[in-house]
């Protein structure tokens, strides 16, 4: 899947470097897609994979208040996050667990603590 955006390129560069420096212990690229874009006061955020989706919920907020978070499922893994007005710190909790491969139940039941 092609990503084009910074983030993605900053990390093949990482991964491109540490493979060059360590060629006993390679690791695959495999990140977790993020995409971001500021439109005005709003900024909205997405890690993972948000098509081809099974369900989409919504987590937090609403659309009215222009603060939300929506899950996305795919089978029975969390695929990705949508949000706006969300702070990143909250959403890098989502990311781990989309990067760990959480189920989608496991990902609700962190989402409800």
């Given at each position: 899947?092609?990503?084009?955006?910074r983030?993605?390129?900053?990390?093949?560069?990482?991964?491109?470097a540490h493979?060059?420096?360590?060629?006993?212990?390679?690791?695959?690229?495999?990140?977790?897609?993020?995409?971001?874009?500021?439109?005005?006061?709003?900024?909205?955020?997405?890690?993972?994979?948000?098509?081809?989706?099974?369900?989409?919920?919504?987590?937090?907020?609403?659309a009215?208040?222009?603060?939300?978070?929506?899950?996305y499922?795919r089978?029975?893994?969390?695929a990705?996050?949508?949000?706006?007005?969300?702070?990143?710190?909250?959403?890098?909790?989502?990311r781990?667990?989309?990067?760990?491969?959480?189920?989608?139940?496991?990902?609700?039941?962190?989402?409800?603590?």
């Amino acid at each position: 899947m092609r990503i084009e955006h910074r983030t993605n390129a900053a990390e093949q560069g990482l991964a491109v470097a540490h493979n060059l420096l360590n060629p006993g212990r390679p690791r695959p690229f495999t990140p977790v897609p993020y995409v971001w874009s500021d439109q005005y006061d709003l900024k909205i955020q997405s890690y993972g994979v948000l098509r081809d989706h099974d369900e989409a919920a919504v987590i937090d907020g609403d659309a009215d208040s222009r603060r939300f978070l929506v899950a996305y499922r795919r089978q029975d893994r969390l695929a990705g996050v949508l949000a706006a007005g969300v702070s990143p710190k909250v959403l890098r909790g989502w990311r781990a667990l989309i990067a760990a491969g959480s189920t989608w139940d496991a990902a609700m039941a962190n989402a409800a603590a």
